[in-house]
Nanobody
Framework: QVHLVESGGGLVQAGGSLRLSCAAS????????MGWFRQAPGKEREFVIG????????YTADSVKGRFTISRDNAKNTVYLQMNSLKPGDTAAYYC????????????????????WGQGTQVTVSS
């Protein structure tokens, strides 16, 4: 069992930056692939970015490529989402998720591949 808690959301002006954190409890954090998803009102949840277990290989959705980066600190059981050059279209609730996929270096983009979810943190980007 893994418990995930996101933090760092808030209100920011367009062009600004935020860093989200996701702290995980439980064992073997280093063996989970971690992902960030977001969901805006009236829209489906979408994959944003993820980082694999082992090699910490990232995979980034085209919509945020070049603006968002992901990192993990296995010693702290924490994954980070650095968001730069934020746009109003980035406004959404952001969710951290953990996947038990065993394929090294693979970051799934489908939410059904993730086994544990945080409660979400709101990011609002004003124009």
């Amino acid at each position: 069992q893994v418990h995930l808690v996101e933090s760092g959301g808030g209100l920011v002006q367009a062009g600004g930056s935020l860093r989200l954190s996701c702290a995980a409890s439980g064992r073997a954090f280093s063996s989970y692939t971690m992902g960030w998803f977001r969901q805006a009102p009236g829209k489906e949840r979408e994959f944003v970015i993820g980082i694999s277990w082992g090699s910490s290989r990232p995979y980034t959705a085209d919509s945020v490529k070049g603006r968002f980066t992901i990192s993990r600190d296995n010693a702290k059981n924490t994954v980070y989402l650095q968001m730069n050059s934020l746009k109003p279209g980035d406004t959404a609730a952001y969710y951290c998720a953990a996947s038990l996929v065993t394929t090294a270096g693979w970051v799934p983009v489908a939410s059904r591949e993730y086994d544990y979810w945080g409660q979400g943190t709101q990011v609002t980007v004003s124009s």
